[in-house]
């Protein structure tokens, strides 16, 4: 898995050299434990576990302890004003929100068993995070949030692989679980081959993991966490921050007056519409009724787009595993995934079409801040 050109350079990490790494020992119930940096141990039997721990602590823990650090002089004084000036809300709201999300990232990754779920925070931060650094770039300095950008989209990919094997399992059991005819035989295979897929995904991680790359990686978000000059507009109205929202919406407007209807357009309205949605959520306090109805809808809508996405996985997945699965099994499977794609890809559709009438009205309630921005200011 590519990393960009900054990470050529091996880097150690806080809990030790990734090549020091002792041999595996048996403990007193004779399984076989591997020691990882830090002195932390995995067993192998833990990734038959649903929330097995992965042995991602390591290299997070520099980062965790990176973000703390700098969250701690980020504290406000007692004296210090409760508001900040108008003229700086703008710029104060972006800083806040970049800084939390780096926040919820340090706190997933330097969890002692990181399990699926907080992979998942983590990876969801990520993609939060690099949105927000995507939306509100002209606050800042562009080499340095290019640069964070890259690393925190390599950290999401090596992150994806664990997710969508449990959401595949999860789809594909509720799927058979529907089906009384499916014999015990053929269940049996379906569930060995999802649980095989699962483990080698955590596997595949692991082995990632103890690449140097990785924790050159975990060393360069902290870098970018702890970096000072990322903002270099601290004066940014609140008008000129809700314009950069609305400007971020000009795609999704786009795809949303088109009325897709097709795999890949709902694919790509879904990723548009993920990244509206990240954008306002810092401002959702300026119009709170329409942006709560907007952000709802939002929500419906991906929830609808990400399943339907979810199930053309799972169905490529069942037609490359047709030899192993056995082919009426696969067909079987097969047939009822899309009888459930079409569902839902009339329920997305329809869906995506409340969330125009939505922002147009988000639009309205915030036409006056938007338009309170004087020349000079923002």
């Known amino acids: 898995m590519g990393l960009n050109r900054s990470h050529s350079r091996p880097v150690a990490a806080a809990s030790g050299a990734v090549g020091d790494r002792p041999e595996a020992a048996p403990d007193r119930a004779g399984r076989d ?21 992965l042995g991602l602590q390591g290299d997070f823990r520099l980062f965790a302890r990176v973000i703390h650090m700098y969250s701690m002089t980020r504290t406000r004084p007692k004296s210090a004003p409760a508001r900040a000036p108008e003229s700086a809300a703008g710029s104060d709201r972006i800083e806040d929100a970049i800084h939390e999300q780096q926040r919820v990232l340090a706190a997933a990754m330097a969890l002692d068993a990181a399990g699926v779920e907080d992979v998942h925070r983590a990876r969801v931060a990520a993609r939060r995070l690099r949105s927000l650094l995507k939306t509100f770039g002209p606050l800042l300095e562009p080499r340095r949030a290019r640069l964070y950008r890259v690393d925190l989209r390599s950290f999401a990919r090596a992150l994806a692989g664990v997710r969508e094997a449990d959401v595949r399992r999860e789809l594909l059991a509720a799927i058979a679980d529907q089906d009384p005819s499916i014999p015990p035989a053929g269940r049996s295979r379906l569930d060995l081959l999802l649980e095989d897929a699962r483990i080698g995904a955590r596997e595949a991680l692991l082995r990632h993991r103890a690449e140097p790359g990785w924790a050159a990686l975990c060393a360069a978000l902290a870098r970018h966490a702890a970096a000072d000059a990322l903002i270099v507009e601290h004066e940014a109205g609140l008008a000129r921050v809700l314009a950069m929202v609305s400007r971020a919406w000009r795609k999704p407007v786009r795809l949303l007056a ?35 109805t907007l952000l ?14 979810d199930l053309l996985l799972a169905e490529h997945w069942l037609r490359s595993n047709e030899r192993q699965l056995g082919r009426e099994l696969s067909a079987r499977l097969v047939e009822a ?15 995506s079409r409340t969330v125009r009438e939505a922002y147009s009205e988000w639009r309205a309630a915030t036409r006056r801040v938007r338009k309170e921005a004087k020349p000079g200011r923002g």
């Not at 932390?40 to 038959?48: I, N």
């Not at 709902?266 to 990723?271: A, F, K, T, V």
Request: net charge positive; with cysteine.
């Open 33 to 53: 434990v591997r020691p990882w940096p830090g002195g932390e141990s995995f067993h192998r039997s833990a990734l038959s576990r649903p929330n097995a721990a």
């Open 258 to 292: 088109a009325e897709p209807e097709s795999a890949d357009e709902l694919h790509e309205l879904r990723l548009a519409l993920k990244h509206c949605r990240y954008a306002i959520e810092p401002v959702a306090d300026v119009a709170p009724k329409a942006t709560a």
């Open 296 to 309: 709802r809808r939002l929500r419906r809508a991906q929830d609808a787009i990400g399943e339907h996405r």
């Open 337 to 351: 995934l899309q009888r459930r794609e079409r569902q839902l890809r009339r329920l997305a559709a329809r869906r």
